[in-house]
């Protein structure tokens, strides 16, 4: 049987015994109804893990014994900065949690003129907990010991001028490079831009190449948003990555 993965929210360097966070407690007792001496492995995002034994186990609080402190680095020597327009439905979880899956570093959920989602206030707070969850769940189901970051949202024209030295890339269905033929190697790292079902509009367009994006090709079909998000991850993976 697998020995599930816990992550835990506080730095575990140098403790000997913890209490799991509220919702891994829930987890762990409701859930998987695990009992006193039974393993589990805890990750604290510090790319380190640690085998746990269960000592004490009720359905509202569980504490444990660790037992060690391991490096564990299973992170790709590409990073991927994703900037996703919000899609509609369970397609932007559904994004979040295989982006995560595939090595992406950070995500950051983007407004656009042709988005079709309407977010604001309490609900929008409520949407970054949600989807930083869910990349939470994703590392702990794919083995990474690292979380990566769900920011806060931003409009497409704002994130477009952010600049941290990584290769911008945008996808547009005349490009005249796909990322096996890219002019240049991401050494820095990869921003990776996905427009919404509807696409950029032409300004957005417009805007992306005065920012300095170059603009890739995948293939002559034409995919959906989470369809193109990932086979353009798997494809930067596979070039330049650990796939």
Avoid at 8 to 34: I, T
Avoid at 61 to 88: M, Y
Avoid at 93 to 104: A, R
Avoid at 182 to 207: C, D, F, M, Y
Wanted: with cysteine.
């Amino acid at each position: 049987m697998r020995i599930p993965r816990i992550y835990h929210p506080e730095n575990l360097e140098n403790k000997k015994a913890c209490q799991l966070s509220e919702d891994a407690a829930n987890h762990v007792g409701r859930v998987l109804r695990m009992q006193a001496g039974e393993q589990i492995e805890l990750f604290d995002g510090t790319n380190h893990i640690y085998p746990a034994v269960i000592t004490n186990a009720s359905k509202k609080a569980v504490e444990v014994e660790i037992q060690a402190r391991k490096f564990d680095n299973r992170e790709s020597p590409l990073s991927i900065h994703l900037g996703q327009v919000i899609s509609r439905g369970d397609r932007m979880e559904f994004t979040i949690q295989k982006s995560v899956e595939l090595g992406v570093n950070v995500i950051t959920p983007l407004w656009s003129e042709r988005c079709g989602v309407k977010l604001d206030g309490d609900r929008l707070d409520k949407k970054i907990q949600q989807w930083q969850k869910i990349a939470i769940a994703a590392c702990e189901q794919c083995g990474r010991n690292i979380i990566p970051e769900i920011r806060p949202m931003m409009k497409l024209q704002d994130w477009c001028v952010e600049n941290d030295g990584a290769l911008k890339l945008n996808l547009h269905p005349r490009a005249k490079y796909s990322i096996k033929t890219l002019p240049e190697i991401p050494t820095a790292g990869v921003r990776l831009l996905i427009g919404s079902e509807g696409g950029l509009s032409s300004r957005e367009i417009s805007q992306t190449e005065t920012q300095g994006f170059t603009e890739i090709l995948l293939g002559k079909r034409v995919l959906r948003t989470e369809t193109a998000a990932l086979t353009a991850i798997t494809a930067l993976q596979v070039c330049f990555g650990d796939l």
